[in-house]
């Protein structure tokens, strides 16, 4: 079957770094997406990854590595604004996104 | 700034009544889709079209239905709302489904939050 694992809840401080991981089994792959969602908001696109490598937007990355089956995110410099639902999503043979449950990411000062 | 409209961010229904959740796009996108977002669950798609008049069943479309007589509006209808339908339901929309990165990015709705009693 298509599965998405990533943990429920993170916990960071402001300022400092934390990573999300995803890892992720799909029939076929055409990219993976991470979103951010804050709480009873819409989910909003962060990136995109299709290709092995690091991926880097500001204070935010993406990496990926197909062959693990692996990504992960990375924040910097974290601000409180960064609490949020991080959704990891991948893209099937058939176009079809697979969505992880959400990684709740609550950042302390 | 381009948006995906919810006509209802909050409604609650009755066991058996009919529930239309309304969801329209101002980006020219082709494609729709209607997902539910329950705790603990990846997003979870009921239905998408990828043009006017279209439709395809999702992963779990049964109990509900769709209708896109225009581009911009896709519409969810739950033909007898149950009580495991309570839900925050999310539409999204996006221009094209092939592997170009940038088309099909998704853009969503705020969300409507349906309880059924």
Known sequence: GQNIDQPTEMTATEGAIVQINCTYQTSGFNGLFWYQQHAGEAPTFLSYNVLDGLEEKGRFSSFLSRSKGYSYLLLKELQMKDSASYLCAAKDSNYQLIWGAGTKLIIKP | ?117
């Open chain 2, 1 to 117: 700034d381009v948006k995906v409209t919810q006509s209802s961010r909050y409604l609650v229904k009755r066991t058996g009544e009919k529930v239309f959740l309304e969801c329209v796009q101002d980006m020219d996108h082709e494609n729709m889709f209607w997902y539910r977002q329950d705790p603990g669950l990846g997003l979870r798609l009921i239905y998408f079209s990828y043009d006017v008049k279209m439709k395809e069943k999702g992963d779990i479309p049964e109990g509900y239905s769709v209708s896109r007589e225009k581009k911009e509006r896709f519409s969810l209808i739950l033909e007898s709302a149950s009580t495991n339908q309570t839900s925050m339901y999310l539409c999204a929309s996006s221009l094209g489904r092939d592997g170009y990165s940038g088309a099909n990015v998704l853009t969503f709705g705020a969300g409507s939050r349906l309880t059924v009693l």
